[in-house]
Nanobody, 122 residues
Framework: QVQLVESGGGAVQAGGSLRLSCAVSGDTYSSYCMGWFRQAPGKAREGVAAFDRDRNPNYATSVKGRFTISRDNIKNTLYLEMNNLKPEDTAMYYC????????????????WGQGTPVTVSS
């Protein structure tokens, strides 16, 4: 069993930055695929950034070059550094762990956090 708790969301102006954190507890942390996903009102949940089983980062095209995913296996924490934020980045952001499928597909993940909101104003 894995527990995930996100933090770090907030309201920023366009061009600003935020750093999201996902604290992981429970079962072995480092062996899971982990990633960040987001869901805007009225839209489907989408992959933002995720590590595959080879520890390679994957990014959505819309965030490539602006967002960076990282993980600290000592602190058992997953991060998402978000720079040059745009209004279209506004969404609830979730971290997830453990999928046997592609890392950017939300449907395969077994464990989810409760989400942290990000609002970007123009």
């Amino acid at each position: 069993q894995v527990q995930l708790v996100e933090s770090g969301g907030g309201a920023v102006q366009a061009g600003g930055s935020l750093r999201l954190s996902c604290a992981v507890s429970g079962d072995t942390y480092s062996s899971y695929c982990m990633g960040w996903f987001r869901q805007a009102p009225g839209k489907a949940r989408e992959g933002v950034a995720a590590f595959d089983r080879d520890r390679n980062p994957n990014y959505a095209t819309s965030v490539k070059g602006r967002f960076t995913i990282s993980r600290d296996n000592i602190k058992n924490t997953l991060y998402l550094e978000m720079n040059n934020l745009k209004p279209e980045d506004t969404a609830m952001y979730y971290c997830a762990a453990d999928t046997p499928f592609g890392p950017m597909w939300p449907g395969g993940y077994k464990y989810w956090g409760q989400g942290t909101p990000v609002t970007v104003s123009s």
